[in-house]
């Protein structure tokens, strides 16, 4: 009987701190989903597009058409697809034209940029004009993750913004065109990302 109940104890023990390791986890989760929906929100609010892990086939971007999540639409629609799936593609290019009018100067990014903070897991994003600038280039240095990034005419980036983002070690592709900056940029590339493969600079 004393052993029964020792073993009942122990059991019962095992079961909450089970239960409260799930509880705990959960409640991360639940926050890591908020705040994905929020950065995407804002991206899409902006005009830009991302692409979940499903949908990303390498550095270049998401291009696996009719890609599709493995759970049931119900499941999706009741805890949404952030819960399941992390954003591994930020693309704010188009968000430069509308009815083929440039509408950079009429978009506010800051929102956006200070978003990206929240979807660690990006592997690659596309930036373009205005969104390029030192003071962003914080904001993408916190996305350890990226291996492609690409600066389309970026007239405003300097030597500066390169150098925030010292702390991309996974990058392995990086395009920048029309920038400001120098032979000191391509020294601070070269000594924070090991891994980089093919960098393309124009104008």
Known sequence: MQFKRRWLQLSLRTSL??????AIWLAVKANDTRR?????SAIREAGGSVCYDFEYKDISGCSISGAEPW????????????????VYGVNLVGSQVLDGRDTA???????????????????????????????NMTHVGTLTELEGLYLFDASELTDDGVRRLS???N??????DNS???DQAMEYIAQS???????????
């Open 17 to 22: 701190i089970v239960i409260s390791a799930i």
């Open 36 to 40: 994905q929906a929020e950065a995407v």
């Open 71 to 86: 759970e049931p639409t119900w499941l999706l629609d009741l805890v949404t697809i952030n819960f399941f799936h992390e």
């Open 105 to 135: 100067a009429d978009r506010d990014y800051e929102n956006v940029f200070a978003r990206l903070e929240q979807l660690p897991d990006v592997r690659t994003l596309h930036l373009a004009k205005r969104q390029v600038t030192d003071a």
């Open 167 to 169: 702390k991309l070690a």
């Open 171 to 176: 990058l392995k592709y990086l395009h920048i």
């Open 180 to 182: 400001q900056i120098t």
């Open 193 to 203: 990302s090991p891994n980089l493969k093919e960098l393309v600079l124009q104008g």
